[in-house]
């Protein structure tokens, strides 16, 4: 167990203190959306085919691939997705 404000195996991310302890303790599946929920976005997406999507906070990217998905299944020539999320320093154009 990790204890203290500056154990060892804390990672500092953009400021925030972020325990490794937490990655190990299966955080991924209490802040990720769900499967069906992604399925819902992507299928959502699929439907109305939009040319931008803005998606705030990234978080471990699992919302992020079901609108790719999405984006990429409708035509990619002209899709763009957007995040925007405070824990990440830089920005890149893809």
Same mark, same amino acid.
């Given at each position: 167990?990790? =204890? !203290?404000?500056?154990? @060892?195996?804390?990672? #500092? ?7 490794? #302890? ?18 819902? +976005?992507?299928?959502? +997406?699929?439907? =109305?085919?939009? !040319?931008?999507?803005? =998606?705030?906070?990234?978080?471990? !990217?699992?919302?992020? +691939?079901?609108?790719?998905?999405? +984006?990429?299944?409708?035509? @990619? ?13 830089? !920005?890149?154009?893809?």
């Amino acid at each position: 167990m990790i =204890e !203290g404000d500056n154990a @060892p195996g804390d990672l #500092q991310l953009a400021g925030f203190g972020v325990r490794s #302890q937490d990655f190990l303790d299966h955080s991924f599946a209490r802040v990720s959306v769900p499967v069906s929920d992604s399925d819902v +976005l992507r299928d959502l +997406l699929l439907a =109305e085919k939009p !040319g931008t999507v803005i =998606e705030i906070g990234l978080a471990y !990217g699992s919302s992020a +691939l079901a609108i790719a998905e999405a +984006l990429v299944a409708a035509g @990619p020539d002209q899709a763009r997705h957007v995040i925007i999320d405070a824990l990440h320093a830089h !920005g890149q154009v893809a």
